[in-house]
């Protein structure tokens, strides 16, 4: 009988490993399969971490740049006085609103005033108005100066002082309250009507 079933099995061979696969190597098929697949999958990942990476920085950036407000910075500049040697002197300049933000800058009339030493000699007003967004806003002032002592000669201290108050518009959407201060010195000679050690801060 034994014999029998061992000549059966000579008949019947094992089929060639090329056409009917064997268990082993039908295994290390399937494991180099879920490699790959592991592999595509850590890499959608590590796409998926720089993206969310990338996503962050830009939302940084955006927020430290674009969404941070500034308070305007507000100067004197191109400032003359003219002395007519009759006690009328004339103070003339450009007011300049930088604002340094990326939206506008709308902001109330506001009056300034200029003193020598104590004493108020003169007031201008500065009109409300918008500034655009990383631009400078210039504005031309005039104020004639009353109770100016020496104004026929010699050196007058001036200073001028002023605060802007306004909202800064981000988008259409956002808005901040901001304010700008002004305070500027300077030296003029009236016998010669040049402006001197022009500073503000």
Sequence with gaps: MAEKYQQQAQGYPLAPASIVPRSEEYANNYHSDDQIKKKKRMKCFAYIAAFAVFQTIIILVFALTVMRVKSPKVRLGDVA???????NVRFTAR???????????????????IRAGNNVV?????????????STKKVYVIADLTNVSGTNSGPLALSVDTAVRGKVELMKVIKR???GEMSCTMTVDLSTNAVQDLRCK
């Design 95 to 113: 007011v300049l609103i930088k604002n340094t933000n990326f939206g506008r800058y709308n902001y109330d009339s506001s009056m300034a005033t």
């Design 177 to 179: 309250k901001k304010s």
């Design 122 to 134: 003169g007031q201008f007003v500065i009109p409300d108005s918008q500034a655009r967004a990383r």
């Design 81 to 87: 006085v003219t002395n007519d040697g009759n006690g």
